[in-house]
Each structure stands twice: as structure tokens, then as C-alpha cells.
Nanobody, 127 residues
Framework: QVQLAESGGGLVQAGGSLRLSCAASGRTFSNYRVGWFRQAPGKERDFVAAISWSGSGTYYSDSVKGRFTISRNNGKNTVFLQMESLKPEDTAIYYC????????????????????WGQGTQVTVSS
């Protein structure tokens, strides 16, 4: 069992930055790939970014590529999502999720591929 807890959300103006954190507890965190998803009101939960167990591999959705950076510190059992040049359409609840890292170049991008989820943190970008 892996427990995940997001933090770092808040209210920011368009063009601003935020850094989200996903703190993990439970099993050895370095065995897991971690992804970030987001869900806007009335919309489905969408994939944002993912990172391999070592941090050497990352994958981003087209909507955030070049603006968001995912990273991790396994010594601190934490994954980060640095968000730059924020837009009002980035407003959503952001969730981190994890699954066992089975290797390979494919990064999971659907909800069903992840086994453990955090409770989410709200990000609001004002225009």
C-alpha cells in the first residue's frame, strides 16, 4: 500500500507559477512511477505528466509540455510538479497517482493504469 498526499495548490494569477508536491509513505517509493492528473469542474480527470522511478524518464501531455516540469526526490519520497506560465484553463484539482514501475518507454496515461491516488490539491488561475 502506498499513501499519497498532495500539497502546494493555491490561487495564482495568469502567467504565474506554482510547485505542487506529492509526498508518499508506505512501501519503497523508488519502486513506483508517479503521474499527475487534473480534473476541472464538470470535466473528466486528465493526464498531465509522469515520471519513472529513477527520474530519468518523463512524459507530458501536449497541453502542459514546455510549461510544467515533473521531478522527484526518492530520498524524501516526494514528487514535484513545477508549473510555469499558468493559464486560467489550468484551473483544476490536481492529483498524484502511482503504480509499480515495470520499466520500458511507455508511460501510463489513463486512470485505470494507476493503483494509488492522493486526495488532490486545488489550483486556481485567475485571468
Amino acid at each position: 500500500q502506498v499513501q499519497l498526499a498532495e500539497s502546494g495548490g493555491g490561487l495564482v494569477q495568469a502567467g504565474g507559477s506554482l510547485r505542487l508536491s506529492c509526498a508518499a509513505s508506505g512501501r519503497t517509493f523508488s519502486n513506483y512511477r508517479v503521474g499527475w492528473f487534473r480534473q476541472a469542474p464538470g470535466k473528466e480527470r486528465d493526464f498531465v505528466a509522469a515520471i519513472s522511478w529513477s527520474g530519468s524518464g518523463t512524459y507530458y501531455s501536449d497541453s502542459v509540455k514546455g510549461r510544467f516540469t515533473i521531478s522527484r526526490n526518492n530520498g524524501k519520497n516526494t514528487v514535484f510538479l513545477q508549473m510555469e506560465s499558468l493559464k486560467p484553463e489550468d484551473t483544476a484539482i490536481y492529483y498524484c497517482a502511482a503504480h509499480l514501475d515495470r520499466g520500458g518507454r511507455y508511460f501510463a496515461r489513463t486512470i485505470g493504469e494507476y493503483d494509488w491516488w492522493g486526495q488532490g490539491t486545488q489550483v486556481t488561475v485567475s485571468s
